[in-house]
């Protein structure tokens, strides 16, 4: 079974840019989340999606948002970016299952 | 507030010793707890949970350790083995709630 991807593997923007980061998880797998890591905050739970609905909402501010596709496939959209956005970007999928949430690789963003 | 605190921010073990990783929560609400290694450029994985209802799980050379009262949870990995040289989160949960709450992570080292 693949595993879960996330596309693009690297980016780099500009601050007052626009960005969205893709994740596609493990075929059959209902639920996504999202997180952030940063060397200061560690990982940082953004927001889960399941059927197409957000389910869970973490603290971020509104540039922050997500969506779900009728196939699992999920984006994240980060809007109006700032210097402190520059973060790996996780992605974990879940058949809706607890201890089952497997994580893709991350994007890692820079915003310069 | 962080309500998952990891406060060693790296461990060093030799080969064949133990490991053990702690963990320590302040919101009483937490009733699941996870494991998660990180080796760099890769997302995390998971490791091991227990069920607050529990006191130990363990599964081959890890074993976690619930201390309720204490609000605190630890990892033993015996014997340590140099692919064990990670980063190791700990999360909590909330009821049927899926969002992960991490720790900032241990940085293990075994040395051979």
């Known amino acids: 079974k693949a595993g879960v991807t996330q596309t693009p593997r690297y980016l780099i923007k500009t601050r007052g840019q626009q960005v969205t980061l893709s994740c596609s998880p493990i075929s059959g797998h209902r639920s996504v989340s999202w997180y952030q890591q940063t060397p200061g905050q560690g990982l940082q739970f953004l927001f889960e999606?399941?059927?197409?609905?957000?389910?869970n909402k973490g603290n971020f501010p509104g540039r922050f948002s997500g969506r779900q596709f009728s196939n699992s496939r999920s984006e994240m959209n980060v809007s109006t970016l700032e210097l402190g956005d520059s973060a790996l970007y996780l992605c974990?999928?879940?058949?809706?299952?607890?201890?089952?949430?497997?994580f893709g690789p991350g994007t890692r963003l820079t915003v310069t | 507030d962080q309500q998952v605190k990891q406060n060693s921010p790296s461990l060093s073990v030799q080969e064949g010793r133990i490991s053990i990783l702690n963990c320590d929560y302040t919101?009483?609400?937490?009733?699941?707890f996870l494991w998660y290694k990180k080796y760099p450029a890769e997302g995390p994985t998971f490791l091991i949970s227990i069920s607050s209802i529990k006191d130990k799980n363990e599964d081959g050379r890890f074993t976690v350790f619930l201390n309720k009262s204490a609000k605190h949870l630890s990892l033993h990995i015996v014997p340590s083995q140099p692919g064990d040289s990670a980063v190791y989160f700990c999360?909590?949960?909330?009821?049927?709630?899926?969002?992960?709450?991490f720790g900032k992570g241990t940085l293990l080292t075994v040395n051979p």
């Open positions: 974990a999928s879940s058949p809706d299952d607890k201890d089952e949430q497997y």
């Open positions: 919101n009483s609400m937490f009733d699941y």
């Open positions: 999360a909590a949960l909330r009821g049927s709630n899926y969002k992960l709450t």
């Open positions: 999606y399941f059927s197409e609905t957000q389910r």
